[in-house]
């Protein structure tokens, strides 16, 4: 094949790529973990990276997994007079064009709701991002050992 026809064909697929408005494709998810937890807690949650390198702002509305019973985005908030912390729903979190979104302990978070097993140590677990464009990307992460310091 020729570098021309090469090329051709990459401008091609480019071009089909953006015509299908799939963030996934411009989107970078990384450190995607979840802390290992004892037995019969109702609640876990994930954290990760979302890095945005698409031109326009995208929007994550939601994530799925089959091994919990339903996934919600929180954000811990912490009370200024008791200093206690509350978990506080999220609809929604838009990344702007080239910019970075942390999930992280003691702020936002996916709120892994009644897990069907107990996750240990070194295990992946499979979830599904939802975004506003209706793209699904995959993420697996991975159930840690670690010591949450908030």
Known sequence: MTILAVGLLLSISLLAGGLSGCSQEVLIISDAWVPEAPP???????????????????????????????????????????????????????????ESFIFEPGGYHLMLINPKKVLKDGEVVPLSLIFADGSRPSVEFEVRRERLRL
């Open 40 to 98: 019969r807690v109702y609640a876990l949650a994930g954290y990760m990276t979302i890095e945005n390198g698409s031109g326009e702002a995208t929007t994550l509305v939601g994530a799925t997994g089959a091994q919990f019973d339903r996934i919600e985005i929180h954000q811990t908030v912490y009370e200024k007079d008791t200093g206690l912390a509350r978990m506080v729903p999220e609809e929604q979190i838009s990344i702007a064009p080239g």
